[in-house]
C-alpha cells in the first residue's frame, strides 16, 4: 500500500463516508479508520467532524489518537480538519469549558453571537485573506456549505485563511498553517468547488494527480 492514500481519523464523527466517497470521486483512495499504524504510512490525514467539542476530544483520547494526531502533523505530513475538525486543533472551546483541545493552533472557539440564527447552515460566501494552492482554481468569494453554531478565533491573524460573514457577523472559515490546513465548511456538501477543494488537498499531500476531475 505505502503512503499513496489518505487517511481519515474516525473518532465517531458520523459523516466519514460522505468525505471517502468525495475523495473517491476525484480518483484517491482514503482509507477511514483508527490505526495509528495507518496514520503513520499515509500521504496526508484528514480530520472531519460533526458533534459536539468535548465528546470528541473524549473520543480521541479514548482512542489513543491524540498524541499520534499531534506528531504527524509536527513531522509535516499535511493535515486538513473540517468543521469540527477545524474547531479541534484550537486550545478550547466555550461549548465545553475546561476541555482542552489538540493545542495546535493558539487561540479558542467561541458561539455565533446570539443576535445570529443558530446554528448557521447554508451557502455561504468564503473571502480567501491569503493565497493558498488549497483554493486552486476556486474563484475568490465562492460559496461552500456551512452546518455550524461555533466558530474559531485565533489569537493571532497568522493563521487566518478565509473569512466568511453570516448576517453581519465575520468569522473564520479557513486557517493554514504550514502543512497545517483546515475549514469551517463541509466541501463534500459543497458540489464541484467542495470536489475541487478536496483534489487541491490530495495534490498537496502528493496524490490526486489528474486521474479524475472535480466536475
Not at 87 to 111: K, W
Not at 128 to 143: H, N, Q, R, T
Not at 147 to 161: E, G
Amino acid at each position: 500500500m505505502g503512503d499513496r492514500f489518505l487517511y481519515i481519523v474516525d473518532y465517531g464523527s458520523g459523516n466519514l463516508r460522505s468525505v471517502q466517497k468525495a475523495f473517491e470521486h476525484v480518483g484517491v483512495e482514503a482509507l477511514v479508520g483508527a490505526d495509528p499504524e495507518l496514520m503513520a504510512e499515509a500521504a496526508g490525514l484528514v480530520l472531519p467532524g460533526v458533534g459536539a467539542f468535548g465528546a470528541a476530544m473524549a473520543q480521541l483520547t479514548a482512542k489513543g489518537l491524540v498524541e499520534p494526531l499531534r506528531e504527524r502533523i509536527e513531522a509535516g505530513v499535511p493535515f486538513l480538519g473540517v468543521c469540527l475538525g477545524l474547531q479541534l486543533l484550537f486550545e478550547g472551546s466555550e461549548e465545553d469549558p475546561g476541555v482542552q483541545g489538540l493545542g495546535l493552533l493558539p487561540g479558542d472557539v467561541r458561539a455565533l453571537p446570539p443576535r445570529v440564527k443558530v446554528p448557521h447552515i447554508g451557502w455561504n460566501q468564503v473571502e480567501l485573506c491569503a493565497d493558498s494552492d488549497l483554493f486552486e482554481g476556486i474563484p475568490d468569494g465562492s460559496a461552500f456549505y456551512f452546518v455550524h453554531s461555533y466558530a474559531v478565533v485565533p489569537r493571532s491573524p497568522a493563521p487566518v485563511l478565509a473569512m466568511t460573514e453570516y448576517d453581519g457577523v465575520r468569522f473564520v472559515s479557513a486557517v493554514a498553517s504550514g502543512n497545517l490546513a483546515a475549514v469551517q465548511f463541509h466541501p463534500e456538501k459543497s458540489s464541484s468547488l467542495g470536489l475541487r477543494f478536496y483534489l487541491n488537498f490530495a495534490r498537496r499531500a502528493g496524490l490526486g494527480t489528474g486521474e479524475r476531475s472535480a466536475d
